[in-house]
């Protein structure tokens, strides 16, 4: 008898790595899918894994993904909606 798949890794800057550059929350939310998470869409937040939480955010015609542990353990990923967006605007890991 074979052993069940295991759940793939997850963090919250792997979580930033996968979704950072895409715009739409459904769009987020089919890539960590295919990634082999759990992926549950509520507005403009994800939940993912029954762990971690990404939210997008749009201010001024910029649009960012704030990723994060739901428990409020840092770090805090943020990362833009862009592929062409000016770096300063991927802002990284947060303490």
Not at 14 to 25: F, S, Y
Not at 60 to 87: E, R
Request: negative net charge; aromatic residues 10%; hydrophobic residues 45%.
């Amino acid at each position: 008898m074979s052993e069940p798949l295991a759940e793939p890794l997850v963090t919250a800057e792997l979580v930033a790595k996968i979704i950072a550059a895409t715009p739409q929350v459904g769009q987020a939310q089919r890539v960590l899918e295919q990634a082999g998470y759990t992926a549950r869409v509520t507005g403009n937040k994800i939940a993912i894994a029954e762990g971690f939480e990404a939210h997008l955010i749009f201010s001024n015609g910029y649009g960012w993904w704030n990723v994060f542990a739901s428990d409020g353990t840092p770090p805090v990923w943020m990362v833009g909606t862009t592929k062409d967006s000016d770096p300063s605007l991927w802002i990284g890991c947060v303490e």
